[in-house]
């Protein structure tokens, strides 16, 4: 899995599996966290988001699940494609805790879908 | 769709060199950000601009300064560029209000010092 602070970790599936990211996350005063799709030559793009009042979301075949009490954050991609080969990134806002502006980045899991 | 546009793809300066970032806006958003990417490192903060001529240090704002002259345009300088600038280096916007931190990302800049 990823933490914000290591380094860059790799994650290889089959075309149609389904996919987990991991993200550890170190400040409990971090309120917002949100995933980002970073394919090659391009900047990233979002993915999906949650705040900290929430445990899960879902979007289009992906899912973000948020574990408090163990600082932890996850991605589930339904059904991978090869279209979704990338580097992911997790990222957090520390709210009150730090400047309203400023996100934090982790590392990245490079995601290879394997046809 | 909000569009996030950096001056150059790819850019080879030498040693010593000032080297002027460009990002452009087009919606009105009032933060805008840079950032460099480096393997293994991920995305680290070098300044933000919260309003026009406002701009805030980040995490690694030494060899770097900014310009925010208008709304739309956030300016990355390196004032004598050096071989350990050699990077990605990525721009980004957002507005000040709403319920999301999203920030919108352009291209990037390939950026290579010799």
């Known amino acids: 899995g990823e933490s914000v602070g290591l380094h860059l970790p790799t994650l290889s599936v089959q075309e149609g599996d389904n996919s987990i990211i991991n993200c550890a996350y170190s400040?409990?005063?971090?309120?917002?966290f949100i995933w980002y799709k970073q394919e090659s030559g391009k900047g990233p793009q979002f993915i999906i988001d949650i705040r900290s009042n929430m445990d899960k979301r879902q979007g289009q075949r992906v899912t973000v699940l948020l574990n408090k009490t163990v600082k932890h954050l996850s991605l589930q991609i339904a059904a991978t494609q090869p279209g979704d080969s990338a580097v992911y990134f997790c990222a957090e806002n520390m709210g009150s805790g730090g400047s309203n502006y400023k996100l934090t980045f982790g590392k990245g899991t490079l995601l290879t879908v394997n046809p | 769709d909000v569009k996030v546009t950096q001056s150059s793809r790819y850019l080879v300066k030498r040693t010593g060199e000032k080297v002027f970032l460009e990002c452009v806006q087009d919606?009105?958003?009032?933060?805008m950000f840079w950032y460099r990417q480096d393997p293994g490192l991920g995305l680290r903060l070098i300044y933000f601009?919260?309003?026009?001529?406002?701009?805030e240090k980040g995490d690694i704002p030494e060899g770097y300064s900014v310009s925010r002259e208008k709304k739309e345009r956030f300016s990355l300088i390196l004032e004598s560029a050096s071989t350990n600038q050699t990077s990605m280096y990525l721009c980004?916007?957002?507005?000040?209000?709403?319920?999301?931190?999203?920030?919108?990302f352009g291209p990037g800049t390939r950026l290579t010092v010799t």
């Open positions: 980004a916007s957002r507005p000040q209000t709403g319920g999301s931190y999203e920030q919108y």
């Open positions: 400040n409990s005063a971090s309120d917002y």
């Open positions: 601009s919260y309003d026009v001529k406002m701009k």
């Open positions: 919606m009105d958003h009032e933060n």
